[in-house]
């Protein structure tokens, strides 16, 4: 597998995830960095070691360096398998609806990936793929985030599940059958500019972030 640079920033102040392009960007958005320390311990341990940091996203380890650190930026830069990323560029526009929307808990529900259905960016995942997906994102992940840009604080999976049987949506307005191996979720909206989105149609669905490869069918 080939490798490609990947550099990183992190505001000092917030966290900002720049995918594989090399580049910062001048935005300030949040960004959960490996969940097992404390935003503040992050800062501490970058400011005063400029050492080798462990960074997840999307639910994959990957080890970078910090090679400069200049108005208050951390410039990580690391290597990543070659592969296609599912970023912000499609993050307006989602797939499929949330199937249930409950009001009181603020809890919304819907599919994440649906088996052999084609996304946005004209790719497709089988239900196998699918799977391990739905596993890593609960063993490792469990991130939350806006529109491929905001992440963390946002909300908290309460559900998520591998439909065994095919299964129907019937909403009035709509119908739609989903076959076995969908990976459904419930999240519960904890921020409440995001809740108020989702309550006035701005937000209609999950969409899934990741990095994969390509394959030729």
């Given at each position: ?35 097992k ?27 970078f ?55 946005l ?26 529109m ?70």
């Amino acid at each position: 597998m080939k490798k490609s640079i990947a550099v990183h920033a992190i505001l000092f102040d917030k966290f900002l995830f720049t995918a594989d392009q090399a580049t910062t960007f001048a935005q300030k958005e949040d960004f959960s960095v490996d969940e097992k320390r404390e935003d503040d311990n992050i800062i501490a341990y970058l400011q005063r070691d400029k050492a080798d940091f462990k960074i997840n996203a999307f639910g994959e380890d990957m080890d970078f360096r910090v090679v400069t650190m200049a108005e208050g930026v951390a410039v990580l830069v690391g290597e990543l398998e070659e592969g296609v990323t599912k970023t912000h560029e499609f993050s307006a526009k989602v797939t499929w609806n949330y199937t249930k929307v409950d009001e009181p808990k603020r809890v919304v529900t819907g599919p994440v990936l649906v088996p052999d259905s084609v996304d946005l960016q004209g790719d497709f995942e089988f239900p196998e793929d699918i799977q391990k997906a739905a596993f890593k994102f609960m063993e490792d992940a469990r991130n939350i985030g806006e529109m491929h840009i905001k992440f963390g604080n946002i909300g908290i999976p309460v559900e998520s599940w591998i439909a065994r049987e095919p299964f129907f949506v019937d909403k009035g307005s709509e119908f739609k059958i989903f076959p076995s191996g969908t990976w459904m979720m419930s999240v519960k909206i904890t921020d409440d500019k995001v809740w108020e989105k989702v309550r006035n149609g701005e937000l209609t669905g999950f969409s899934i972030g990741f990095r994969g490869t390509r394959e030729e069918a």
